[in-house]
């Protein structure tokens, strides 16, 4: 066994004296019906999991076991499953996965205005539990990332803040808050969606974007928050206030995702997505049905935790001429029937039931979900719980899909309950 060094041990004592503070309370509009009736963070992703499960599997991973989950809107789905899948924790080590839904502690006419507001008006929880550092992570992102790490560069350079990035190509930069830093990876300018992005030094065609991942010393934290709750021109966001005020007045750094994040055997790079349009999101979901996907799954060093009721195995029947039970290159959840149709290049939920001669191409289909016979489904996402009538053709004529469901611009097509019971 290799001796441990001082280093390693400084890292693996600095979680305990840190809290998670997960943001998890954003509408995700950008999602269109998706979450009409869940937060982003609660929406399902990647065959089994939700977009929460990432950062709360990160904190894990990391050796952080004082958890926040702070909510907001549309809260049900996204309390259930952290209710019923997060129960893990040992509380007489201290140890907890806590909800701090909107509760107007502070003022009973106000919600969570923001999300530095979300943490000010929790502000006397904090203060009892009494960590040297917190960790603000955005709840609706999908990475690997061992905080623990970050933790340890922020302390060895003496930051007051350090501000979690990812390195995107400088052109594709203008959709993000863009961090400008020295040689030193100080900040020395925030920028939010910049027509001309800052490089970092000596990459002209790379740039910084903010991750919405935060390391604050938690005293300096609360007087910023106490600070911008009397600021009546504030919105009371990081990224909008916080961050921008605090750049040229005292020490803020970027911490790339490069130093910290994990990466599998046979990858070349640190795996991050925000998934946060239709789009975005079906390409995600079907980046894990190919042979090597960006993000590994299957990585016993790094587990993804999450909740699933037991559920038997997925199972393929029948095999005569042309109705046969099978899959290609697809991911296929446990509960899952494929009972005579043909699932290529597409990734079921749990307890999905394909029904004889449908077929199913590039389609994301959410949980209990029934596909009717000789149903042709293709490039689309199908909601939870929506019972696809038979004989249904989405994917192949565009005007069509148009008319009864929402298309994107790029041709990838939502399906929920409400638009099927308008067909009626």
Known sequence: MPVQTAEDASISLLPRRAIALVLAGGRGSRLKQLTDRRAKPAVHFGGKYRIVDF????????????IYVLTQYKSHSLLRHLQRGWGIFRSEANEFVDLLPAQQRIDEALWYRGTADAIYQNIDILEAEGPEFILVL????????DYAAMLYDHCERRAEVTVGCVEVPRTEATQFGV???????????????????P???????????????????????????RRDAADLHSSHDFGKDIIPYLVPRTRVLAHS???????????????????????SYWEANLELTTVTPALDLYDDFWPIHTHQVQLPPAKFIWDAGDRRGMAIDSLVAGGCIVSGGMVKSSLLFSSVR???????????????CNIGRHARLKNCIIDSGCDIPEHLVVGEDPVEDSRRFERTEKGIVLITREMLAALQ
């Not at 950062?55 to 004082?66: K, P």
């Not at 100080?186 to 992005?197: I, Y």
């Open 55 to 66: 950062a709360l599997s990160n904190c894990i991973n990391s050796g952080i076991r004082r």
């Open 138 to 145: 955005a709840g609706d992102h999908v990475y690997k990332m």
């Open 179 to 197: 961090m400008h830093v020295d040689a030193d990876d100080r900040v020395v300018d925030f920028l939010e969606k910049p027509a001309d992005p």
């Open 199 to 225: 490089s970092i030094p000596g990459r002209p065609d790379t740039a910084l974007a903010s991750m919405g991942i935060y390391i604050f010393n938690a005293r300096f934290l609360y007087d910023q928050l």
């Open 257 to 279: 995702l490069t130093r910290s994040g994990i990466i599998s055997e046979g990858q070349s790079k640190p795996y991050w997505r925000d998934a946060g349009t239709i789009d």
């Open 354 to 368: 394909v029904n004889s001669y449908a077929r199913l191409e590039g389609a994301v289909v959410l949980p209990r």
